[in-house]
């Protein structure tokens, strides 16, 4: 088989997950498939970059050289247990070479006490940097030929959008098989930066959370994998967060559509870009554990693999989320305000999780992430109030989202009245609904400590234990 393996943060965030990581790539190798991998950063290190990042901000430089000498430790330790020296040696060099970078980036930082979006990007990158030659380097010592490459060296190219660029997805394609295509197909194992890439002036930009997914399927797509791998530390994707409900299990099969809209109401093992370009391509995606190969997992491809008599698959919860409400009986048949309203939200680069319009159009709602919300609602009130048309604007920071997804939900009637009737017999009070045209999902807002209830007895409602 032609395969692409992405490995996240959590299954290499320890010596014992790195080693399991090389032995599947290794296994696999030997068994004569072609394998092209695909890293995150190193556990929570890109937590820890953004962290040095505000603080070099702040003139913290301190802070910054006791930061950039834990990184160096951690990751020579995790060299420390390369058997093969000459493999060993030329990581550690790497390693050391990046940090010196590093720390003149974020001194440089710290003496002007500024950071641009650019600048930060750049810092972020370090993380999948640094994983990259020592996934090599671990390759090498087992005896396989192995070849890194940055995002950039690969030939992913993006827009100039820093923080959350777009890939310019024909072109990437064009240039990473050029660049990655050929010792791919020699049998070298190309390892991978995730996360990352270059705009069209070489500035290094970052894909945004989870980005090392949509590196994966965008080399997929220019290598003609048979199938993209993502490896993480759960079991495929869960039909609800087991953390708050124990009984969730994991969904065998799952269409592109129902994956999409899964992962962006928070499901935890995928990210929305990297189903959008397998799905272009009909490219199949696997979500493994790392620590359990052989265990349960799931499969999205175009077929949604529907359980006769379960119309929902799983149900997720966001927490992290404010309800935004534009009020005032002037926005009737103003739609300017509207056009004005969202312009802002352009403007603030703002992700609307949800909206909402009552037919009366005396008000807008919108769901929106917590942070920073306080920006935005200040915005919000120095350009739309004062007028005639708008008269309040109102914020509730106390809410989460609940939604449930599964294509059985289309075309089947009963399904609202099952979900509003499950949650108010919990006596949870729904601030805000909505169903897209698509019918793969019914999502609402209540109050935060109520979310959990809600997830619970529409799992219980749909035996979501049961269907998958």
């Known amino acids: 088989m032609r395969l692409v393996m992405k490995f996240g943060g959590s299954s290499i965030a320890s010596r014992e997950g790195f080693k399991q990581a090389c032995a599947i790539v290794e296994g696999h190798r030997k068994k004569g498939d072609l394998v092209a991998v695909v890293v995150s950063a190193l556990g929570d290190t890109t937590d820890r970059l953004v962290e040095a990042c505000d603080k070099a901000a702040g003139g913290d430089r301190k802070s910054v050289e006791a930061f950039l000498n834990s990184l ?70 087992e005896g ?107 969904i065998s099969q799952l269409s592109y559509q129902e994956a999409m809209e899964m992962t962006f109401f928070g499901a935890k093992g995928i990210h929305p870009k990297a189903v959008e370009v397998a799905m272009d391509r009909g490219l199949p995606l696997r979500v493994k554990n790392t620590f359990n190969p052989e265990g349960p997992h799931t499969l999205i491809t175009r077929e949604a693999g529907v359980k006769t008599g379960f119309t929902a698959k799983a149900v ?15 926005l009737a048949g103003a739609p300017e305000v509207a056009a004005e309203l969202f312009q802002i939200l352009s ?71 099952r979900v509003f009737k499950a949650v108010a017999a919990e006596g949870v009070n729904i601030r805000m609904i909505a169903q897209g045209s698509s019918e793969l999902n019914i999502s609402f807002v209540v109050k935060r400590e109520d979310g959990p209830k809600a997830v619970k007895a529409l799992h219980r409602e749909f035996k979501l234990g049961e269907s998958s």
């Open 72 to 141: 160096q430790a951690e990751h020579m330790e995790t060299c420390s247990w390369i058997a093969e020296e000459d493999a060993r040696r030329k990581a550690e060099e790497a390693i050391s070479a990046m940090i010196g970078e590093l720390k003149e980036v974020l001194m440089g930082v710290a003496y002007i006490a500024e950071i641009t979006p650019r600048v930060r990007d750049y810092v972020l990158s370090f993380g999948e940097r640094l994983s990259a030659p020592l996934f090599k380097a671990a390759l090498e010592s």
């Open 316 to 330: 997720s919860l966001i927490r992290e989320v404010a309800l935004i409400t534009v009020g005032g009986a002037g």
């Open 347 to 417: 403007e603030k680069r703002t992700n609307i999780l949800m909206i909402s319009q009552g037919s009366s159009e005396a008000n807008i709602s919108f769901a929106v992430s917590r942070d920073p919300v306080d920006e935005l609602v200040s915005l919000l009130e120095m350009r739309l109030l004062g007028g005639k048309t708008v008269r309040q604007i109102d914020v509730e920071e106390d809410v989460c989202i609940v939604a449930l997804v599964g294509a059985g939900m289309k075309g089947t009637p009963g399904i609202a009245a």
């Open 144 to 250: 396989l030929k192995s070849e890194w490459f940055t995002g950039k060296d690969a030939g992913i190219v993006t827009d100039s959008n820093f923080g959350n660029a777009k890939p310019l997805v024909e072109l990437t394609l064009h240039q990473v098989k050029l660049r990655v295509g050929k010792p791919y197909s020699e049998g070298v194992i190309p390892v991978v930066s995730g996360f990352i890439g270059a705009d069209q002036k070489g500035r290094i930009t970052t894909l945004g959370r989870g980005g090392s997914d949509l590196t994966a399927s965008l080399l997929g797509a220019a290598l003609d994998a048979d199938e993209v791998w993502l490896w993480t530390d759960v079991n495929g994707i869960m039909t609800a967060d087991p953390k708050v409900e124990p009984s969730a299990k994991t």
